[in-house]
């Protein structure tokens, strides 16, 4: 058995792959362009093209490769089958095994991006030492993956950890990209929060540093104007805590994580994003004072491969 394993994280833009130790040092990371051509058929060629010359670069076999962890951008099936992964044009297909062909046979596994992020988390970041976690990936949308006894519960459709779409705003009248009406995502999104201020701008009168961003305000103006005491800012930061902290609280609820590791661009706000939901998830959650607590990710956008490397091992 080889001491080396890879890690790919396939985007609709870049392919990230990583070379790991067993142990999961990080030796090499480089990317590939994601061609989205002609439905994504070049995209497993130019993956195993550039691991296969990478490899013959450094001088190691691939005898010394345990096997190669992917992580795809839509729901996997137990065995391998993509029935759809819209953001590369795949339909009804075995990733795995067609890679695994492109590189002479090494074992692939694969799974959703989302879960793999969450295993590469528990594995070497901000979940490192725990074996039950929850990771909620706020971005452009919400992503989540649960991670119990150190494996992906990725439930029997696929559905397990899509925490963004979980229905939490009764009065939302918009409907989110999924088709449902009130969904985490909606609110508490980079898009989410941006569209929230905006709503907030429009039915308030109260001054803002907001203002001067007008409908080009970012998720990151909100919660910079939040951080330095802006009234409008904070009140939207406080629908965004409300709504999160409830969602969280209905997750832990469910699964009983030992902690919630938050991923993603928006929480880059760090402890301040933490405190906001904080009160109100422990608001939700009377019935105990043990329960998981909420952490943040540490591997940024390394941890898909982090996460695709460990899948192979586990």
């Not at 070497?124 to 992906?152: P, S």
Request: hydrophobic fraction near 40%; glycine fraction near 14%.
């Amino acid at each position: 058995m080889g001491k080396k394993c890879i890690g790919v994280d396939v985007g609709g833009t870049s392919v990230k792959i990583g070379l790991f130790e067993v142990s999961g040092e990080l030796l090499h990371k480089w990317e590939v362009k994601t061609r989205k051509e002609e439905g994504g058929r070049y995209i497993l060629d130019d993956t195993a093209d550039s691991i296969l010359k990478r490899l013959e670069e450094l001088g190691i076999s691939i005898e010394e490769i345990t096997g190669v962890g992917l992580g795809i951008p839509g729901p996997v099936l137990p065995n391998g089958y993509v029935e759809v992964c819209v953001n590369l044009g795949w339909r009804d297909c075995y990733p795995e095994r067609e890679l695994s062909k492109r590189l002479h046979g090494l074992p692939v596994k694969s799974a959703n991006d989302a879960n793999v992020a969450a295993l590469g988390e528990m594995w070497q970041g901000g979940g490192k030492g725990y074996h039950d976690i929850v990771m909620v990936t706020l971005g452009t949308g919400v992503g989540g993956g649960v991670i119990i006894d150190q494996k992906i519960v990725a439930g029997r459709h696929g559905l397990a950890g899509e925490i963004g779409h979980i229905h939490i705003r009764e009065d939302e009248t918009e409907t989110c990209n999924c088709g449902g009406v009130g969904c985490v995502e909606q609110v508490a999104s980079a898009t989410g929060i941006a569209r929230e201020a905006r709503r907030q701008m429009a039915s308030k009168d109260m001054p803002s540093v907001l203002r001067s961003f007008g409908d080009k305000v970012t998720a990151k103006d909100v919660l910079d104007g939040a951080k330095a005491g802006d009234p409008l800012a904070m009140e939207v930061m406080e629908v965004v805590g409300h709504y999160l902290g409830m969602a969280l609280a209905q997750v832990s609820m469910t699964t009983d994580p030992e902690v919630f590791v938050l991923g993603g661009g928006v929480s880059k706000a760090g402890q301040f994003l933490i405190d906001a939901i904080d009160e109100n998830y422990k608001k939700f959650t009377p019935i105990s004072k043990n329960k998981g607590k909420i952490v943040l990710a540490t591997l940024g956008n390394d941890a898909g491969i982090y996460g695709a490397a460990k899948l192979i091992l586990n």
